[in-house]
């Protein structure tokens, strides 16, 4: 495994202010190891719940339906599952469709350099109190309804996406590009506890 990357996000983490040190998750230390995993599960958690119901509103009501779970229940659903694995958790982006998607300070490397050095996988960050997992997100063939470019977001889909997210920047996707970035925060184990 090339080792640059993660000297370069190390080193842009600790300027950064917070404490870290990145690790590619094939590589985590037995210590994060817990933690990890309690991450990763609010993770799949959260993108299993999040494809069932965007898939239930498509069927249902097309894909303009699909904007409004994104809009209106996606930051429940996410709310409900870090609650349920006592974790924060979220989904980022180079290209964001929502302001409140902005990057926390440790995944502001991954997003910056997203387009440069995009992450192949998961990596881990060592928060001092809490652990890091950033996982990338690619676009799949439906994803292109919303995220695509004009031949691929139909009129009125484009039109409800301008309403609901004036400041959307997050189409001209291509199948297989990195849409961005499932993350979560877990806490680690007090020392004493």
């Known amino acids: 495994m090339d080792v640059r990357p993660l000297a370069v996000f190390t080193a842009l983490i600790t300027a950064c202010g917070d404490t870290g040190t990145v690790h590619a998750r094939d590589a985590v230390p037995t210590a994060l190891e817990p933690t990890v995993l309690v991450a990763e599960a ?25 904007v409004s779970v994104c809009h209106d229940e996606a930051p429940v659903i996410a709310k409900a599952v870090a609650d349920e694995h006592a974790v924060a958790l979220g989904r980022t982006s180079h290209k964001l469709r929502s302001p409140d998607n ?13 387009m440069t050095e995009p992450l192949a996988g998961p990596m881990v960050v060592d928060l001092g109190d809490r652990v890091g997992v950033v996982r990338p997100l690619f676009v799949l063939g439906p994803c292109l309804q919303c995220h695509g470019d004009s031949s691929h977001v139909a009129s009125d889909v484009a039109a409800a996406i301008a309403r609901t997210y004036p400041e959307d920047r997050a189409i001209g996707f291509a199948e297989g590009e990195l849409r961005g970035f499932l993350w979560a925060e877990a806490p680690r184990p007090s020392a004493g506890g």
Do not use: I
Not at 50 to 62: D, I
Not at 104 to 112: G, I, K
């Open 42 to 66: 609010a993770m799949d958690a959260l993108q299993q719940r999040l494809a069932a119901r965007l898939q239930g509103a498509v069927a249902e009501g097309g894909t303009q339906a699909a």
């Open 102 to 114: 902005a990057p926390r300070p440790w995944l502001e490397p991954f997003v910056d350099r997203a």
